[in-house]
């Protein structure tokens, strides 16, 4: 077996390409089972030199997808990830996508999720990024931000790009990512922000997760993020509303993107870790006193306020409570008043009583004094 598998490498690089296109096919299956994983894991250094090579140069044949395919299946393995980046799979990869995403969709699809597993890993992040060549810096993800927002489909299966959104949250979980993501001149997170309607769920998902990522910037950044407010906001704010029609009164102390949309029913947004990560944006935001203040100039409060009675998940309650604590710091009961009206009156009485005993207790420590 040990002797035919070596055989099977070889026959990677063939001369003949129906051989190589033949290989590639036997290896793609193998990569696609635990043990054909293990086994060519232990002879990395003859495969993923070899694939890759055939990545480049098997032009519009099916050999190429079917390397890509394998690649994706083998960098799932951190370790495996980093040797191919220091093989130059990263400069590779967007180099295919490039030339042959109009022509073969489902290559470049195939290389968009292998750049997800080689941006799990540090050196991949950097390559793709571009760190330490200031010239290009930031042209890959420029690239990349380009197609994906171009390519929006509402079927999931057709989305070439729609991976894309999971890089986006690897590439700004680093403060490089995040610099290039929010640099103004770029425009890139505007174009970002607008995908967040997207009916894609992992589209959807990674857009949060990336503008939750940059919010941790909201100490330094914050203009840069206050400046795009007129998409920001809403992109937050709505999957957080909840279902419900917002009164006249409420909508006519919001701007128009949010007054709008929520003059109508809408479908809830599902996903728990969406609501949750666009919480926790507004959080890092509203801890900012710029960032309060603009959020209180959309009447983010009472969408909060009405998003929470609709709430059942108890970590996005949390999440919801957090900011109650930051947009009302001085009013324990206001905010208890807002954001626990569905709590019963039983747990309302308790934290009353406690806030109560809290406060009789310092009072006696200050007579003590």
């Known amino acids: ?27 793609r299956g193998l990569t696609g089972g ?28 099916g050999a190429g997808e079917a390397a890509a395919d394998s690649l994706v299946n083998l960098s799932q393995d951190a370790a495996l990830a980093a040797r191919l980046v220091a093989l130059g799979a990263v400069d590779a990869a967007m180099d295919v996508v490039a030339k042959r995403a109009g022509e073969q969709p489902a290559l470049a699809r195939s290389l968009v999720m292998l750049l997800v597993n080689l941006t799990h890993v540090e050196s991949g992040v950097a390559a793709l990024l571009q760190v330490g060549d200031e010239k290009v810096q930031g042209l890959y993800v420029a690239k990349l931000v380009r197609s994906f927002c171009r390519s929006s489909s509402d079927s999931e299966e057709q989305d070439t790009f729609e991976y894309v959104a999971s890089i986006l949250v690897n590439i700004s979980k680093v403060e490089a990512g995040r610099r290039i993501l929010m ?26 997760g990336t503008i939750r990522n940059c919010c941790f910037e ?29 009164s006249e009164e409420d909508r006519s102390k919001m701007p128009l993107e ?30 900012q006193d710029d960032g ?15 998003g929470y009675e609709d709430e059942e998940d108890p970590k996005v309650m949390e999440a919801y ?8 710091p001085l009013n324990f009961l206001v905010f208890l008043w807002l954001f626990l009206p569905c709590v019963t009156y039983i747990y309302i009485y308790i934290y009353i009583y406690i806030y109560i005993y809290i406060m009789v207790l310092i009072h006696k420590r200050i007579e003590f004094l």
């Open 1 to 27: 077996m040990a002797d035919e598998l070596d055989e099977l490498i070889g026959f990677l690089s063939d001369a003949n390409p129906q051989v190589r296109s033949a290989a590639v096919d036997i290896v």
């Open 183 to 208: 640099e103004p001149k770029r425009g890139l997170l505007k174009q970002i922000i607008r995908q967040i309607d997207s009916t894609n769920q992992l589209r959807k998902k990674g857009i949060a």
């Open 321 to 328: 409570e957090l900011i109650g604590s930051l947009v009302y």
């Open 258 to 287: 949010l007054s709008s949309a929520l003059s109508h029913e809408r479908e809830a947004v599902e996903d728990s870790e969406i609501r949750q990560q666009t919480l926790e944006a507004i959080y890092m935001i509203v801890l």
């Open 218 to 246: 909201a100490d330094t950044q914050l203009q840069n993020l206050l400046s795009l407010a007129e998409y920001l906001w809403p992109a937050l704010l709505l999957p957080v509303a909840g279902k419900k029609i917002y």
């Open 292 to 306: 309060r203040r603009s959020f209180w100039s959309v009447n983010g409060p009472r969408i909060l306020q009405v």
């Open 34 to 61: 635990e043990d054909g994983l293990r086994a060519l894991t232990a002879r990395a250094g003859r495969a993923l030199p070899a694939l890759l090579r055939l990545l480049a140069s098997a032009g519009g044949s």
